[in-house]
């Protein structure tokens, strides 16, 4: 199993240029999440979606937008990068019941000029 | 409202010494807790959880209701420990809370 899987690694973004970053996962986990992590402001969460068809805001997600493609898939789109998105972005999924660990992926890192 | 408070940015301990990663949480249910660990430019991974009772790399943390923390304690730091780590709460069907993290730094 790969787990949850992210591309791209890296990206160099001129400020109103638009991106959108993939995320899947293996694990038929039911909820996936989009965070951003920036120094001192620990993992900030962007959307996540509970299960395939549905979408909901977290903290952060002025500027994003959203698509849970089917199960497997959850991608996170800017529309027109701004230098404040400048961070390392991280998917997520997450397994049902009690215990149920949260798994994430490699992350992104997106610098915004 | 759900929350997950870590009090220390960072905390330096020399090599050897014992290591303590305070968290306190605010939760009215019965909480699920848990700690993440991101070594340096890798993803989160699953350190332990409360449920497990388990002691991973030599860490432990148990639960203490009274007090609303969770605290993360090993007895001897060892250099390849520092690291940033989360502590994070489930409180149900919605995401984990996690709290804004503590960079460990351990000093040789």
């Known amino acids: 199993n790969a787990g949850v899987t992210q591309t791209p690694k890296f990206q160099v973004l001129k400020t109103g240029q638009s991106m959108t970053l993939q995320c899947a996962q293996d694990?038929?986990?039911?909820?996936m999440y989009w965070y951003r992590q920036d120094p001192g402001m620990g993992l900030r969460l962007i959307y996540y979606?509970?299960?395939?068809?549905?979408?909901d805001k977290g903290e952060v997600p002025n500027g994003y937008n959203v698509s849970r493609l089917n199960k497997r898939e959850f991608s996170l789109r800017l529309e027109s990068a701004a230098p404040s998105q400048t961070s390392v972005y991280f998917c997520?999924?997450?397994?049902?019941?009690?215990?149920?660990?949260?798994?994430f992926g490699p992350g992104t890192r997106l610098t915004v000029t | 409202a759900q929350r997950v408070t870590q009090p220390e940015k960072l905390l330096s301990v020399f090599k050897g010494a014992p290591v303590e990663l305070k968290c306190n949480y605010s939760?009215?249910?019965?909480?699920?807790l848990f700690w993440y660990v991101q070594y340096s430019r890798q993803r989160l991974q699953l350190l332990l959880r409360?449920?497990s009772r388990e002691s991973i790399k030599g860490f432990t943390a148990d639960l203490n209701k009274g007090e609303t923390s969770f605290h993360l304690k090993k007895p001897f730091a060892q250099e390849e420990d520092s690291a940033m780590y989360y502590c994070?709460?489930?409180?149900?069907?919605?995401?984990?809370?996690f709290g804004k993290g503590t960079r460990l730094s351990v000093i040789a």
């Open positions: 997520a999924s997450r397994g049902e019941g009690q215990g149920g660990e949260q798994y």
């Open positions: 694990m038929n986990h039911n909820s």
């Open positions: 979606s509970a299960s395939e068809g549905t979408t």
């Open positions: 939760y009215s249910g019965s909480p699920e």
């Open positions: 409360h449920i």
């Open positions: 994070a709460l489930n409180s149900g069907n919605t995401p984990l809370v």
